[in-house]
């Protein structure tokens, strides 16, 4: 980064966490370090069970699956959502500078989802363990073992459907009170993903309830829960792409005091984008549901389409604006302009990371979404693959980026060490590549998902074991990397040594400057090219080599 050529300032983010009410810090601290337990403890069942794929460790079956269980619960659901939680509520607190208001459903929703955490991990112990989907399959001998685990999903969906009444009471409390004309783009975004994440809520309990009542005696067995399922599922999978996009929105203009250069109104219509194509396209889940008709089958294939045009949307408006400004400070050439953004800053580099990610992520995702495709790929290590680009480079490292913005003025110590910070993503990232590589590649290859011998006693074919030894190699790099990001940012937490002070030089400030008209942004939509070209380029890999091989097998579990 060229220092010479930009204006250093202070964190401005962080002096606004750090002058609210200690009620309201205390709450958005206690959260975020839950998550960040919770990250670590997903991460170590992840990574047992890739070592055990990958031949690395022998261990039983049944440990296998628990391990497998344990990640999937904790990442997918509690990891993830505690975080949104605790960054929704933050920045609403922020929005306005008057603190929380209803702080009350927002401790109870908190506290219910911490008890649900808990239960869950009573149920991933006992019996049989259920994998993250509750399977009630696999429970129909043993009902109390699925009671006690769905107890769990159905807190943590009550306390979703309190904790964001509190974030969204705060946002309107300024135009109750007549202080406010309209919400920002920032504040509209926000009360979306409040509403985003009481739906999710809604979606869990009506997942999970019936096998709870099955269980209780007190309902028929949930044959539908696969159904339901999916549903549940596709909400919880692009609910947090929603809230990357936000935050990429937000954390940009914290670390560079660049806004949208199209103006608040277009950037709340690609928000609200989010509203109209998620919901309907769910039905891509369903593929593997041998009674399915045709019709919804192709249906679903043309509505999943658009499911990314939110998401690309929102990263052409967030590159562009980015774009226009540093090149009015003497970003020159197609890439020059990006050595000017501040490097320096950890948060920085996970958005950088979180990007590519996401366009890795978009590109198998529309290999997959494909209605010929989809029965040949979804039972297959394909999935794991392409999908830890979207949990883990695109989500996770933005939510750790947002977190590395708040905790600090939270607890009111400075990042640490933000120069082997910085470069903790870097190193997750060559440890995904390696991961989603090689599954993407052992998906073509039939690889199966949720096999824990992958030798089949010798029987597999070697170039399975010589991919899963690769995956768990990845594995292994990635999980270093993510917990020592996650240790980092928790530092802040910590009782304060160095002065916030110490934060100079980790953010430039371009907001007071001029654009020069006539500017012109085209990497952004050179990027989307890029994406579009790769997602026909593997989509014709996937159909060539799933034609090669000599039998297929496709499965009922879906996602």
């Known amino acids: 980064m060229n220092n010479t050529c930009i204006d250093r300032y202070t964190d401005r983010y962080t002096d606004r966490f750090a002058a609210l009410a200690m009620s309201d810090r205390r709450l958005l601290a206690l959260m975020s370090a839950a998550s960040l337990v919770i990250l670590v403890l997903g991460i170590m ?14 261990i039983l079956n049944t440990t296998g699956y628990r391990w497998l269980t344990l990640h999937g619960v904790s990442i997918f659901f509690y990891w993830l959502f505690i975080a949104q939680a605790a960054l929704l509520l933050g920045f609403a ?11 009350a459903l927002a401790w109870f929703g908190f506290v219910t989802i911490l008890v649900g955490f808990g239960l869950s991990m009573v149920g991933i112990q006992q019996g049989m363990p259920l994998l993250y989907d509750g399977a009630p399959q696999l429970a129909r001998h043993a009902p109390r073992d699925l009671l006690v685990f769905n107890l769990g999903y159905l807190l943590l969906g009550l306390g979703l459907m309190v904790l964001p009444l509190s974030a969204i009471a705060t946002l309107i409390e300024p135009r109750r009170a007549g202080r406010q004309e309209q919400l920002s783009a920032v504040g509209f975004a926000l009360f979306t993903w409040a509403g985003f994440l009481i739906v999710s809520g809604f979606a869990a309990i009506y997942t999970f309830l019936p096998g709870t009542l099955w269980a209780l005696g007190l309902g028929d067995f ?25 935050l990429w929105y937000i954390l940009i203009h914290a670390l560079t005091g660049v806004k949208s250069v199209f103006g608040e109104r277009f950037s709340k219509i690609v928000f609200a984008l989010y509203l109209v194509f998620v919901p309907p396209t769910s039905l891509y889940h369903m593929f593997l549901e041998p009674d399915l008709p045709e019709i919804v089958r192709v249906v679903g294939s043309l509505l999943s389409l658009f ?39 950890p948060s920085m580099s996970a958005i950088a990371v979180a990007v590519l990610s996401m366009g890795l992520g978009i590109t ?37 980026a947002a977190l590395q913005v708040m905790l600090p003025g939270l607890g009111g110590r ?10 903790l993503p870097w190193l997750a990232f060559i440890g995904l590549l390696l ?19 992958m030798a089949y006693q010798g029987q597999a074919p070697e170039m399975w074991q010589i991919l899963m030894a690769t995956v768990a190699i990845g594995g292994s790099i990635m999980a270093l990397a993510l917990i020592l990001f996650a240790v980092g940012v928790a530092v802040s937490l910590l009782p304060r040594r160095q002065p916030l002070s110490e934060q100079a030089g980790l953010t430039v400030d371009w907001s007071h400057h001029v654009v020069s008209p006539g500017l012109r942004a085209v990497t952004g939509p050179l990027s989307v090219l890029v994406i579009v070209l790769a997602m026909y380029g593997f989509t014709i890999i996937g159909f060539e080599i799933m034609q090669a091989l000599p039998a297929t097998t496709s499965g009922g579990g879906g996602h």
């Open 45 to 58: 069942g992840g990574l047992m069970t890739a070592l055990a794929r990958g031949g690395f460790i022998d």
């Open 222 to 246: 949930p044959v539908n829960h696969g159904t339901n399922w999916h549903i549940v599922f596709h909400n919880m999978h692009y609910l947090p792409l929603m809230a990357t996009v936000i």
């Open 307 to 345: 499911v990314s045009v939110p998401t690309l949307t929102a990263f052409l408006i967030i590159v562009a604006s980015l774009e226009v400004y540093a090149r009015s400070q003497g970003g020159r050439g197609l890439f020059g302009w990006i050595r000017l953004l501040p490097w320096r800053n």
């Open 364 to 400: 198998f995702a529309f290999v997959l979404i494909q209605e010929q495709l989809a029965p040949l790929l979804s039972d297959t290590f394909f999935v794991p693959g392409y999908f830890h680009f979207f949990t883990v480079g695109t989500v996770s490292l933005t939510l750790l």
């Open 93 to 103: 607190a922020i929005e306005r500078g008057r603190g929380l208001v209803l702080k």
């Open 435 to 453: 991961f989603g590589g090689a599954g993407v590649a052992a998906g073509y290859l039939g690889v199966p998902r949720r096999v824990m011998d």
């Open 414 to 423: 400075a990042a640490w060490r933000p120069e082997l910070m910085r470069l």
